[in-house]
């Protein structure tokens, strides 16, 4: 894989730049200060994305290289696969995924897998290469290649760990100390103490001792239960029983209550009845005390029937006079005086009559007084009888028997004897409530403790997981360590040996990773030192050339090398040897060099080495 050319539009101080590279050796040569580092940032964040989270950074890459005005933060990078299929990518870095292109300038983004943080995946799909891989091999820069004496052992442990796992920052035998301590501090040993498995042990022992303690309350428990429950059903009984006798009794009550009202109105009645004789007897004495007015009353018919006969004869007997004297005397004074026995005839009538009426008159008014306080009597007899007939019905319909009557005594005693036994039944299971209260707690407590019990020992199996996938992984470790000694490691061993024997003109010959002295050095002689004590210009040289060579192992395609300032320190000599080696031992592989000096353009051109330089 190879990147051809590249396009920013504008990204951090670079804007409107181009450039175009070569299959092989490129020198990009600046100043100080020129972009060199954020035109690597570029090629790195156009494969993978920018990042804005600092990552440990003072400021993230997306602060650090946005535009200061409103220009657009984008560029376009094209890139050949060994299978000579060609890509471009173009991102704008303000958004989260780039546009894919193929060689058609077909869109093919969403052929690829889209991460929800890392975003589209489509560089790592293509080469197996993810960015951290990325970043700790294909590309190298100076603070990577050059360290300071004190310094020197942490090198020596970045190559140990490369030759031993494959890996630089990863150390088996410091992966194998935190494991085994992890499995210490976060479980324990049987013979540690105040560890987790240690603590959970002594206190599941505990607890199950206080466990069988408290199990003797369980019994005690079951027996009140038992006995609470019989007398609650005891006391529904007789709640229920009681409650039967009390409806019963309110119906007795009632039905004694109608019966006094039923006597109430029997009383009634017969005081009506009684009334109805005084009244009756009052208008007999009326009768009585008024009887010469009633047969005044009738004298008076009789009187008038005698007066109204006496006028009428006297009346005839007058005309027959008059008749007589009128036809015999004929004499005018005789004539004259019998005409005058008419009036007084007629006088004598009305006298007589008034006399009769004026006496009519004083009876009739007694009479009407009588009959009045007679009637009066008479309409109260009439009404108090009406009174007495709807009395007589009402009594007739709520008639009680006397002998429900005659039970309520005995009800109430019976009531009485029901709630004395209620209230003892109820005392009775208050004492209970009061002893299972007390042993309550105890029991709750008892399941407190089962509970622990059971937590404590899903802890423990937890813990003997933990343990048991520790000591896998520990197992898996040591299979793959002893894998990678059997395969990897030689490969790198023997890869290390050549190179260091190129670079030191055979003063050095062999290196070999061992499990007691780690990285060791064979000198000229035959004997073994530690690689900490070679020089740190060798073991920079060495470690650099290590890392090149993890180059051909990460991925099926020949990944471009990316050098930025990786030989600032290296002497003339040094840096001679390192670019004649790369130069031929990895022909075939694009290499970008950043450099501010010149050393490298013209040692290339000393070896007569072809190379593309390119000026910022």
Same mark, same amino acid.
């Given at each position: ?64 290289y946005t535009p200061w005005v409103g220009e657009d933060f984008s560029g376009k990078l094209e890139y050949e696969l060994d299978n000579q299929e060609k890509f471009e990518i173009f991102r704008d870095f303000r958004k989260k995924n780039p546009k894919v292109f ?87 040993? +049987? ?267 899903? +802890? ?94 990460l991925s099926e395609e020949k990944m471009p090398i990316i050098l930025d300032e990786a030989f600032a320190y290296y002497d003339t000599e ?43």
């Open positions: 894989m190879k990147i051809n050319k590249l396009k920013i539009n504008a990204y951090g101080k670079l804007k409107e730049k181009e450039m175009e590279f070569e299959k092989n050796m490129n020198i990009i040569y600046g100043k100080n200060e020129v972009g060199k580092s954020t035109l690597l940032n570029f090629i790195t964040n156009s494969f993978y994305g920018i990042s804005k989270n600092k990552n440990g950074k003072e400021i993230s890459d997306f602060e650090k193929n060689e058609k300038m077909e869109d093919i983004s969403k052929e690829f897998n889209i991460d929800k943080n890392k975003g589209n995946e489509f560089f790592y799909e293509q080469t197996k290469v993810d960015e951290a891989l990325f970043l700790s091999t294909i590309l190298v820069n100076q603070q990577e290649v050059k360290l300071e004496k004190q310094e020197q052992n942490v090198l020596i442990q970045k190559i140990a760990n490369l030759v031993g796992t494959g890996e630089d920052n990863v150390s088996y035998k410091r992966a194998m100390d935190r494991i085994n301590r992890r499995i210490l501090d976060e479980i324990g040993t +049987e013979r540690s103490r105040e560890k987790p498995i240690n603590i959970l042990s002594k206190e599941i022992e505990e607890l199950t001792k206080e466990k069988e303690e408290l199990e003797n309350y369980i019994d005690i428990k079951y027996e009140i239960e038992e006995k609470r429950n019989y007398l609650i059903s005891e006391i529904e009984k007789l709640e229920k029983e009681n409650k039967i006798l009390k409806e019963k009794k309110l119906r007795q009550e009632n039905e004694r209550i109608e019966n006094e009202k039923i006597n109430l109105k029997i009383n009634l009645k017969n005081e009506n009845d009684e009334k109805i004789n005084s009244i009756k007897n009052k208008i007999n004495e009326i009768n009585l005390e008024n009887k010469n007015i009633f047969e005044k009353n009738k004298k008076i018919d009789l009187e008038k029937n005698k007066l109204n006969k006496k006028i009428i004869i006297l009346f005839l007997f007058i005309i027959l006079i008059n008749i007589w004297q009128l036809i015999g005397i004929r004499n005018i004074y005789f004539n004259g005086m019998f005409l005058l026995t008419v009036p007084i005839g007629l006088a004598f009538s009305f006298l007589s009559k008034n006399k009769i009426k004026k006496k009519e008159k004083n009876i009739k008014n007694n009479l009407e007084k009588i009959n009045s306080e007679i009637n009066s009597l008479n309409y109260e007899i009439d009404l108090l009888e009406k009174n007495n007939i709807k009395l007589k019905e009402e009594i007739d319909e709520n008639k009680i028997e006397k002998n429900e009557i005659n039970i309520l005594d005995d009800m109430n005693r019976e009531i009485q004897n029901l709630e004395n036994k209620l209230n003892n039944k109820k005392i009775e299971l208050h004492t209970l409530q009061l002893d299972y209260q007390n042993i309550a707690p105890k029991i709750e407590n008892l399941s407190d403790i089962e509970e622990k019990i059971v937590n404590h020992k899903e +802890e423990m199996v937890n813990l003997k997981k933990l343990e048991k996938s520790m000591n896998l992984a520990k197992q898996v470790l040591e299979n793959s360590y002893d894998k990678m000694k059997n395969t990897v490691t030689p490969k790198f061993t023997d890869k290390l040996s050549e190179t260091i024997a190129e670079i030191t003109k055979e003063k050095y010959k062999k290196v070999r990773l061992t499990d007691d002295m780690g990285l060791v050095v064979e000198l000229e002689n035959g004997n073994y030192i530690p690689a900490s004590r070679l020089s740190i210009g060798t073991i920079d040289q060495l470690y650099l050339s290590l890392r090149l060579a993890m180059v051909e192992e040094r840096l001679k040897n390192i670019l004649r080696y790369m130069a031929e031992r990895f022909y075939g592989h694009q290499m970008i060099i950043f450099t501010c000096t010149n050393r490298e353009k013209e040692i290339l051109e000393e070896l007569d080495l072809k190379f593309n330089l390119i000026e910022m």
